[in-house]
């Protein structure tokens, strides 16, 4: 490991002068405490320089919730899915052209150019994922549907389905010092498409560089009006003003997590509170991943990104190495000699520079403390020092990436204590089975890493830990250049994790959405069940006369129906298909072998067979509205059809979801065919893209 002191000259134009006091926005304008106010310090971590002074003091939170709950949620209110999903987006087009100012406000931070954009572009990629996705797998209206429809009644005239809708209250959204940018915008980015205003509270060592983010978005003009407010500084009173009404996101320690769940308004007010905590991650280096092969080659380096990167401030690092009996002198020495050649510790704004100081000074002090207690309780340090790395800023939060080895694997310190740094300890497990017992005794974590190649090994440590953690990666040579990494969480899958790792969930999709929502049962008659949720159900009103594909997307309303048939079924038919096709599976083509089957009273027709003939029975075929078919889903066959019967479709347009930048829309319809008895014989959604106008 090579050590670099700030040798170089940086550009300031984005530094915060020393005696600034980082505002906050609320009520939709910014906000300073009195200038006779004894604001906190904030210091640059890796010169000690003084970068601003943070304070509320005088700050009315109560005002601030109900604004939020007021013009925050009518505002939001106006606004579709889909609507918000693309005011998401230009919000990451936008970020993206300041990225630059904002990498030189993180480095002040301690955070390295890779460390700025794991932190910035990492926050700009969560607003585009959730935009797509929810464009994507949410209608465009402000109900959401979850499952299918449950039948109450013999004659089909009750019905329950559930749906979700927006909680009426604001998101108070509490961030760690780590990620000031991510941190905000992926709470940020679910809530918004939910359609719940957002209150951020920054955590004060870095919370200077998300008020720059907050300063950019406000700038930009995107976001409606009460949509999000920003705390600078001590919010000790906010979840004194929320009720069950509102949600309280927070990362941070499982000790200010525990406090924080003990609040009143929490236990017995129902304040809905999520937590990301305290995480004594794991990686797990499986007994065929020996010296030389892939698996122990990305095995290594990812240890070490994960020591580094952040300077190993990260909730997802890898705190414990278990690997093999016999095996730790090996991946120490790998490590060690992989840390000595790829990582170069100093100020980030110097050339060369590739992982930078802690963010702050007394950040530094906790992580040697926690050392000095990993040692006593067994450790020995195989791999750094102590010591104040030589050739930087005295003033500086700087630590050099330390591991520990402990001889005994069951040792508490190592399954309890985190040292929130570059730090990590490696122990040796004896079989799988030791393996597991081993990473689940750090007492629920949100990732480990298991490194092997061989799928039985893969299967065993998985399942074996699966239930105590979040996430687990699966390293091997196939996934090593193309993975994400172990500490890299994604906004596709979910983040969180069991027990000491806080029992919550964030990300994961269209699911951190829901997480900002009510689920509701409803009941009721179909025509009740399609008015609310915007989507037609079986019996439900129709409406015939004008075929609907001759309907453009401004005309075409939800029970538009048209049916078609009946048509007969012949043996020629059956015989010709299968001899078009080439699908001659023995129940269309077999009488002997078709009646011995159990499920077919003899020769069948194929099942897209029916499908097809349905799309010549409902098909509108001259030029119109009708742009496009895209799909079909949940295709189900429930009735043979044999030779002499006879099929009818009846097509119901059951769900309208115009695009917001297009001018079509997609519409969902009901399929069923039913057959001369009125027996059902298949029913499926049918997709087609039709004109707006």
């Not at 530094?15 to 210091?43: E, M």
């Not at 310190?413 to 030791?434: Q, R």
């Not at 065993?460 to 990494?485: E, K, N, P, Q, Y």
């Not at 895209?630 to 309208?656: M, Q």
Request: contains cysteine; proline residues 5%.
């Amino acid at each position: 490991m090579t050590l670099l002191s700030n040798g170089t000259s940086t550009d300031t134009s984005s530094d915060t002068s020393s005696d600034t006091v980082v505002p906050s926005y609320v009520l939709d304008s910014w906000w300073t405490p009195d200038t006779d106010v004894v604001a906190q310090r904030v210091l640059d971590a890796s010169t000690g320089a003084e970068v601003a002074r943070v304070s509320s003091d005088g700050l009315d939170l109560a005002a601030v919730v109900e604004h939020a709950r007021t013009v925050g949620q009518a505002s939001l209110g106006e606004l579709t899915f889909h609507q918000r999903a693309i005011l998401l987006k230009k919000l990451g087009q936008y970020l993206g052209g300041v990225k630059e100012e904002l990498y030189a406000l993180s480095a002040r931070t301690g955070a390295t150019r890779y460390d700025s954009m794991v932190d910035i572009d990492g926050g700009i990629g969560v607003l585009f994922t959730l935009s797509s996705k929810g464009r994507r797998e949410m209608p465009n209206s402000q109900v959401y549907i979850d499952g299918d429809v449950e039948a109450l009644s013999r004659d089909g005239s009750f019905s329950g389905q559930h749906i979700y809708t927006r909680i009426p209250g604001v998101a108070c959204q509490i961030n760690a010092f780590n990620f000031p940018v991510w941190g905000m915008l992926e709470k940020l980015a679910p809530a918004f498409i939910a359609g719940v205003p957002t209150i951020v509270k920054p955590a004060t060592p870095t919370g200077y560089l998300t008020e720059a983010v907050v300063r950019h978005i406000l700038a930009s003009g995107i976001l409606p009006l009460g949509a999000l407010q920003l705390i600078s500084g001590s919010a000790r009173d906010l979840i004194d003003h929320l009720d069950y009404r509102d949600l309280v996101a927070f990362t941070g320690s499982a000790g200010t997590a525990r406090t924080l769940k003990s609040h009143p308004n929490v236990v017995e007010g129902g304040v809905r509170f999520t937590s990301e905590t305290d995480s004594l991650n794991a990686a797990i280096l499986g007994p065929d991943a020996a010296a030389g092969t892939a698996e122990f080659d990305a095995y290594v380096a990812s240890v070490v990104t994960e020591m580094t990167s952040k300077a190993g401030q990260k909730c997802t690092s890898i705190r414990r190495l278990i690997v093999p009996a016999g095996r730790r002198d090996q991946v120490v020495a790998a490590v060690s000699e992989r840390m000595a050649r790829r990582v170069t510790l100093g100020d980030p704004r110097a050339e060369g520079v590739t992982m930078g100081p802690l963010a702050s000074t007394g950040q530094r002090d906790e992580v040697l403390a926690s050392v000095a207690r990993l040692i006593d309780g067994g450790g020995r340090i195989v791999m750094g020092s102590v010591d104040a790395p030589t050739g930087t800023d005295p003033g500086g939060a700087f630590v050099a990436p330390i591991l520990l080895a402990f001889h005994d694997p069951e040792s508490p310190a190592v399954h309890e204590i985190e040292a929130f740094g570059p730090v990590a300890s490696i122990i040796e497990y004896t079989d799988l089975d030791h393996a597991i017992a081993l990473a689940a005794r750090g007492g629920g974590s949100l990732v480990t890493t298991v490194a092997t190649h061989h799928p039985d090994i893969a299967r065993t440590l998985v399942l074996g830990i699966a239930a105590h953690h979040g996430r687990v990666l699966m390293l091997d040579r196939v996934d090593a250049r193309s993975s994400t990494g172990h500490g890299s969480p994604v906004p596709h899958l979910v983040h969180g994790g069991p027990g000491r790792a806080g029992g919550s969930e964030e990300l994961g999709g269209i699911r951190s959405v829901l997480h900002h929502m009510q689920r509701t049962a409803i009941q009721g008659s179909p025509d009740m069940l399609t008015a609310i949720t915007g989507e037609w159900h079986a019996g439900a009103a129709v409406r015939t006369g004008i075929h609907p594909f001759r309907k453009s997307l401004a005309e075409l309303r939800v029970g538009d129906q048209t049916q078609g048939g009946p048509r007969v079924v012949t043996l020629a038919d059956i015989t010709a298909f299968a001899e078009a096709t080439g699908d001659k599976f023995y129940a269309h083509t077999d009488p002997e072998a078709a009646v011995a089957n159990p499920f077919f009273p003899g020769i069948v027709a194929h099942g897209y067979l029916l499908v097809s003939w349905a799309a010549g029975l409902f098909v509108d075929a001259a030029p119109g509205p009708v742009l496009a078919n895209s799909g079909l889903e949940k295709l189900r066959f429930v009735t043979p059809v044999s030779p002499g019967d006879s099929i009818r479709v009846t097509l119901t347009a059951k769900r309208i979801t115009p695009r917001e930048t297009e001018e079509y829309g997609e519409v969902c319809w009901d399929a069923v065919l039913h057959n001369q008895n009125d027996e059902v014989v298949a029913t499926y959604d049918v997709l087609t893209l039709v004109a707006k106008e």
